[in-house]
């Protein structure tokens, strides 16, 4: 069975400029995480999706992050305009329902120079 | 608000030595309690959980002991090897509503 699929796995970009993380998670999982993970510390989470609805986005900083998971499958995370203090992990997770056991991805690390 | 604090930040152990992590959480509405084991350059992978209905579970050469009244839990690794070395997180959930909350993590090197 495959695990949750991210992409880009790195991506290097200046400030000011957007970016987009993409995610599928493992078939069959209804929820859908995107977490922030800055070195040396924990996931933290961002969004949290139940099928197509986002269900706890409080910790997204909305002026400048925004997601989307159409068809309550895929998810796409977006930042626009990147600041420096967005580089981090960003990790997407999922989980076969509610607040089940989760399973990540792989990451993708944002460099903002 | 962090409302789980892991300790120690760092362990050095010896091979077939006996790490032990310890975790503590504020908030009682948490019921479920896993920890996960990270690589570098690799997502977490969920490595045992715990609900508070018991004291300790086993899996392997991993347990977790689970004290409700002391609000705390930790994760003995028996038998460590070097391929035990990576970090480690602990996190804290509801079965309710509340998210899975992540300690900061505790960087395990397992020495021959």
């Known amino acids: 069975e495959a695990g949750v699929v991210q992409s880009p796995r790195y991506k290097i970009i200046e400030k000011k400029q957007p970016v987009a993380f993409w995610c599928n998670p493992i078939?069959?999982?209804?929820?859908l995480y995107w977490y922030r993970q800055n070195l040396g510390q924990g996931p933290e989470l961002l969004i949290r999706y139940e099928n197509e609805e986002a269900v706890d986005d409080s910790q997204l900083p909305k002026d400048r992050f925004s997601a989307e998971r159409l068809k309550g499958v895929d998810s796409t995370l977006k930042i626009q305009p990147a600041e420096l203090g967005d580089s981090a992990v960003y990790l997407c997770?999922?989980?076969?329902?509610?607040?089940?056991?989760?399973?990540f991805g792989p990451g993708t690390r944002l460099t903002v120079t | 608000q962090q409302q789980v604090k892991q300790s120690p930040q760092s362990l050095i152990v010896q091979k077939g030595g006996i790490p032990i992590i310890n975790c503590a959480y504020e908030?009682?509405?948490?019921?479920?309690f896993p920890w996960y084991q990270q690589f570098p350059g690799k997502g977490p992978a969920l490595l045992i959980a715990?609900?508070?209905?018991?004291s300790e579970k086993k899996e392997g050469r991993f347990t977790i002991s689970f004290n409700k009244s002391a609000k705390q839990f930790s994760l003995h690794i028996m038998d460590s090897q070097p391929g035990d070395s990576a970090t480690y997180f602990c996190a804290a959930g509801s079965s309710g509503n509340t998210p899975l909350v992540f300690g900061k993590g505790t960087r395990l090197s397992v020495i021959a």
């Open positions: 997770a999922s989980s076969l329902e509610g607040l089940g056991e989760q399973y």
């Open positions: 078939s069959g999982h209804n929820t």
């Open positions: 908030n009682t509405a948490f019921d479920y």
């Open positions: 715990i609900r508070p209905d018991v």
